[in-house]
């Protein structure tokens, strides 16, 4: 028998989080920017579409993701900030693109390839004061051109599509720029904060081992597109609080299962590179209109945009069904292993443990 008292406590929990996953937040962004947004993912797909080269197009769209990391500060300072994330992006996908000169006999060494680009991603965004998105994009890239096929003759080709892609952004960016310093006084550049072997080097080490770890578990499962769980992975972990680690986690995966049904509806159309553009255009505007809001309603629209995304250059040769409920075992997988590293990173006694090992790896003079 449940006493009133443990009912009245379980009763208050459920609506705490019910009103955590149904609140609104204020968002003063405007249209503007997620248009600009859009335009910097959509239109390489649309080149791609015109000269009959949707793949090449793909690559070009991830590069438009940079476009994201455009602060609200002075033009001078947006810029530089665009152009050095630009810079990140080509290198790390380039990194993970040259993973395909290995051998077939050391591909275990992805593993720890991708974790050590988690590992610095962060690092560097945490010591530049980066914010959201952070090092989610950068650390995708990396795992999206180590886990495509390419042959090893086109990998300056691919790169240099990706430069491209970045190049839109910031040409992109410069005009929305340029518009929105009109309406709006840019917010001022606020320093990074001072860097602590916690906030840098731990939480970044702590991030990157469970980023691998998820990567592990998908290479052990065998799964068809194993980047989505380190993916998912990271952006769960990247909480700033416990709390909003589990949030973030609960929505991601409510909203990715609301996301499939969208998806099985979109891939059940007859879709083709035109179509698939503008999809990707018009599922971009809405996320980035709303991610700012409500995090679980973007996830519902960015699960069909991950999977056009992935699966452009194959649609209408796979069944539908399958397809989205392996991106949702994937989310899913992603998701649990983030949390798990959530609750370590948030724990005192797990850094109690854990630190004092990785400060004595550490030369004495850096850690001043």
Wanted: charged content about 10%; glycine content about 10%; overall charge positive.
């Amino acid at each position: 028998m449940v006493s009133p008292g443990a009912w009245n406590r379980l009763r208050a929990t459920l609506v705490a989080e019910v009103r955590q996953l149904t609140t609104l937040h204020a968002s003063d962004r405007a249209w503007q920017m997620p248009f600009a947004a859009a335009l910097a993912t959509g239109l390489p797909l649309l080149a791609g579409a015109h000269y009959g080269r949707l793949a090449d197009g793909l690559v070009a769209s991830l590069g438009g993701l940079v476009f994201l990391y455009l602060p609200a500060t002075p033009l001078s300072h947006r810029m530089v900030s665009l152009m050095a994330s630009a810079f990140g992006m080509v290198a790390c996908y380039a990194l993970g693109a040259l993973s395909h000169l290995l051998p077939p006999s050391l591909a275990p060494l992805l593993i720890p390839v991708l974790t050590f680009v988690a590992i610095v991603v962060t690092m560097v965004c945490r010591v530049y004061g980066m914010g959201p998105p952070g090092s989610l994009f950068f650390v995708m890239a990396a795992a999206i051109g180590v886990y495509t096929p390419v042959e090893p003759a086109t990998l300056p080709a691919r790169v240099g599509l990706i430069a491209l892609g970045c190049l839109l952004a910031c040409l992109i960016g410069f005009v929305y720029s340029l518009h929105a310093l009109r309406r709006r006084a840019p917010a001022p550049v606020v320093p990074p904060p001072a860097p602590s072997f916690d906030f840098v080097v731990f939480d970044s080490v702590v991030i990157g081992v469970f980023v691998g770890i998820s990567l592990a578990l998908a290479q052990a499962l065998q799964l068809d597109k194993p980047y989505w769980v380190p993916v998912s992975c990271l952006a769960v972990i990247q909480g700033a609080s416990l709390r909003a680690v589990w949030n973030r986690q609960l929505q991601r995966v409510l909203g990715t299962g609301i996301g499939m049904v969208l998806a099985w509806g979109m891939l059940m159309l007859p879709l083709g590179p035109w179509s698939v553009g503008l999809g990707v255009m018009a599922l971009s505007f809405v996320i980035e209109a709303m991610v700012v809001r409500h995090y679980g309603i973007a996830v519902v629209f960015i699960t069909p945009l991950t999977i056009l995304l992935a699966e452009a250059s194959t649609l209408g040769h796979t069944v539908p069904g399958p397809l989205v409920l392996a991106r949702f075992f994937d989310t899913l997988l992603g998701c649990i292993v983030g949390l798990a590293g959530g609750i370590c990173l948030h724990s005192p006694r797990f850094r109690e443990i854990a630190s004092g090992p990785l400060r004595r790896l550490i030369p004495s003079r850096l850690l001043r």
